[in-house]
């Protein structure tokens, strides 16, 4: 017999069939009824056994955390809670799980201890939500740029290049660290490494989804990112995920109405197809934020937040008009920030960032034209802007409870101006050759943005620190498993 997953029993429309239901138990109460989880949905089917005709020996290996397999007949349930359970005729242990041993409990764990178990956490409710919410995300976005006629394209994870000169890099070689080559100046002699030069993993995809941008018109990318910086915040991870479109003859006001389309479609989405999931989170969080000083509190439960995002423009604000904002408000003048604005030019820590977003507008907000130099450098260079006051056409969206959640731009598409600056900051040319080629050959206007998955679960599942909405994080100090 052929099981079926608990979300098609849950979801039957006839009942008196005989089943088959394989899964992990949850909890056995009075001896009799078997909470059975499968991962297919967050809601248990109950399985209600015939203790007098199970063998006490079976009855005691029916422990939370042990795999089985029912057969038996699905019923309309009598008790509270469930509209169906299954009267069970035959079970099978599949596999035990020493109820001493097994360190999912059914209790209330902390969020620093499930991290730990990280192989394990998975089979808690939370956790299977998150993850099943994650996964429906992932097909939303290749759902979305599939629809539109994007191409989806697979840049390379180890690369000479790096595309945020930001250089928190980590460095992929085949060298015997013990035993480096070295070369007639004494450095390490990268020639004689894997690639024949120095390499490392990818902080972005971008500049290698340009050149696709300028043949195949509209691309995006999603797949892993390393950043090596040494960032223990909620907001950081080591392996990230991150989604980066790249449109040839959008400008910025194309790639802001790209990015709010694409972050409303995606959400809209995730409401649609993961209610019970959402359902389930937005209580979770109405307990965490019990213990919370109502101050801190979040104003809206989380679906009235995600249908606010959906239901709102993004506010677009340019940098300027942001530094205004911030140097007149009361953190500031109070000196309750950290970093305080006094000047345009600034870069806008986290704490400036989610004060616009949570306390002055109240709602996503698109920062735009930035100061030249605190952006990368390939980013457009604006027409007219004063000289010492020269800013990019960039834009950052920050999100409630996230910070930055999207960091984009238009592209410096002029070849001389892209060079002079690439001299300005010392970044090699003739290993950008490739990318400087965009600009030599049919060079167009064109933008782009990076959206960083994680932070997209973080905002859409409710949770707080990012290493709970990825499988398995890497952070400073951490890759387990
Ligand atoms: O702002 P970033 O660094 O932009 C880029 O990498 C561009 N090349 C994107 C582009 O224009 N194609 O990163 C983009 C996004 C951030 O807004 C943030 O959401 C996420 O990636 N991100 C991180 N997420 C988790 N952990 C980290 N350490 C992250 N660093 C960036
Ligand atoms: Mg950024």
Not at 355 to 368: A, M, R, T
Request: a negative charge; one cysteine or more; hydrophobic letters at 35%.
């Amino acid at each position: 017999m052929k099981h079926t997953k608990v979300r098609d029993l849950l979801n039957s429309t006839t009942t008196l069939q005989e089943v088959n239901a394989k899964g992990w138990v949850r909890t056995f109460r009075n001896n009799q009824f078997i909470a059975l989880n499968d991962g297919s949905t967050i809601n248990n089917i109950q399985c209600v056994v015939d203790f007098e005709n199970t063998p006490e020996e079976t009855l005691k290996r029916i422990t939370t955390g042990a795999a089985v397999s029912v057969i038996g007949t699905l019923v309309e349930s009598k008790g509270a809670g469930q509209k169906y359970e299954i009267q069970v005729s035959k079970l099978e242990i599949l596999g035990d799980s020493d109820a001493e041993k097994f360190p999912m409990q059914p209790k209330k764990h902390s969020l620093e201890f499930l991290r730990e178990n990280a192989h394990l956490r998975v089979r808690t409710n939370a956790f299977g939500a998150i993850m099943r919410v994650r996964s429906v995300l992932s097909y939303a976005v290749h759902s979305y740029f599939q629809q539109k006629g994007f191409v989806y394209v697979n840049t390379p994870i180890i690369t000479g290049a790096d595309a945020e000169g930001a250089g928190e890099m980590f460095q992929v070689t085949s060298l015997p660290l013990d035993n480096l080559p070295k070369n007639e100046e004494g450095n390490i002699d990268f020639k004689k490494d894997f690639f024949g030069k120095h390499t490392n993993l990818t902080v972005s995809g971008q500049l290698e989804g340009e050149t696709f941008a300028m043949a195949l018109g509209q691309i995006y990318t999603f797949g892993p990112t390393f950043r090596a910086e040494n960032s223990n915040t909620s907001r950081h991870l080591a392996e990230f995920w991150m989604i980066e479109p790249e449109v040839a003859f959008n400008d910025l006001d194309d790639n802001m109405d790209l990015a709010e389309d694409f972050i409303q479609y995606v959400i809209k989405y995730a409401l649609d197809n993961c209610k019970d999931d959402l359902a389930f989170l937005e209580g979770r969080l109405l307990e965490e934020e019990k213990s919370k000083p109502q101050a801190e509190r979040s104003e809206m439960a989380l679906l009235e937040k995600l249908n606010f995002v959906l239901e709102n423009n993004f506010k677009r604000v340019s940098y300027t008009e942001a530094i205004d904002i911030l140097r007149d408000s009361t953190p500031n003048k109070k000196k309750k920030f950290q970093y305080l604005i006094t000047e345009w030019g600034a870069d806008l820590q986290s704490e400036h960032e989610r004060y616009l977003v949570e306390k002055h507008f109240k709602c996503p907000v698109i920062l735009y034209d930035y100061p030249a130099n605190i952006k990368a450098f390939y980013m457009r260079l604006n027409d007219n802007t004063e000289p010492g006051r020269e800013t990019v056409r960039a834009m950052d969206i920050l999100f409630p409870g996230i910070g930055e959640i999207v960091g984009g731009s238009e592209r410096e598409e002029r070849y001389d101006v892209l060079v002079q600056k690439m001299e300005a900051l010392g970044i090699d040319k003739e290993e950008l050759y490739w990318y400087l080629d965009t600009r030599r050959f049919g060079s167009a206007t064109h933008a782009g943005f990076g959206l960083g998955f994680e932070r997209l679960v973080l905002f859409v599942t409710g949770m707080t620190n990012i290493r709970d909405v990825i499988p398995f994080p890497r952070t400073p100090g951490s890759a387990e498993f």
